[in-house]
């Protein structure tokens, strides 16, 4: 096996209303459990094509989040099952787990995900928020895909992802995300996949 190890690819998954609104008070300003599959199953990898990634059988995704968004997990889904939780935090008072661990900069979160025996363990990243955080992961030669869920209806919301040009995107499809509009609870959603030029 080679020693040189392929660089990360970040992949974002975010939900957000007709205005990019994403929260409200450190939750959800919605329950849509079909969206909250997707956003599991995307992340856990349970679809992911072992024919065309051999050997991704024994590795796991990461989920890189804020403290605030690690937090507003409630206690008993936390660190989110099957998958490795990275969190960032200026603040260390977060409590260890064996499936999380806390950096205190992005830089460092990505020099431990560029470790090669912590390459050997992990499959997919992907950024799960806050916004802060999506904003730094947007900026990063390492940014690769965003799977957006945009709800066509506005809710009340004090936290945004942020803009960005669709120009410096090109909109693909991945077989594990249906192209359908969907509906649940009278709420109409569709998926996006915008992936980095």
């Not at 990634?53 to 989110?80: A, D, Q």
């Not at 945004?160 to 120009?167: C, G, K, N, Q, T």
């Not at 969907?182 to 959603?189: L, S, V």
Request: aromatic share 12%; glycine share 4%; with cysteine.
């Amino acid at each position: 096996m080679s020693s040189r190890m392929s660089p990360i690819k970040l992949n974002l998954i975010v939900a957000c209303d007709s205005k990019m609104g994403i929260g409200v008070k450190n939750d959800l300003p919605w329950r849509l459990r079909k969206e909250m599959n997707h956003f599991n199953r995307m992340t856990t990898g349970d679809s992911y094509d072992l024919a065309k990634h051999p050997g991704s059988e024994n590795k796991r995704n990461v989920v890189l989040m804020g403290r605030k968004t690690y937090e507003s997990i409630p206690e008993k889904f936390r660190p989110l099952k099957n998958r490795l939780n990275v969190v960032l935090s200026r603040d260390t008072e977060i409590s260890p787990h064996e499936n999380m661990v806390a950096f205190k900069s992005w830089e460092d979160a990505m020099k431990y995900l560029e470790k090669p025996q912590i390459q050997e363990e992990i499959d997919q990243v992907w950024v799960v928020g806050g916004s802060h955080i999506y904003k730094m992961a947007m900026e990063s030669p390492f940014l690769y895909r965003i799977y957006l869920t945009k709800l066509a209806k506005e809710f009340d919301c004090d936290t945004f992802f942020p803009e960005f040009d669709p120009a410096e995107y090109k909109l693909v499809t991945d077989p594990k995300v249906s192209q359908e509009e969907q509906e649940e609870d009278g709420i109409r959603y569709t998926f996006y996949v915008y992936e980095k030029l």
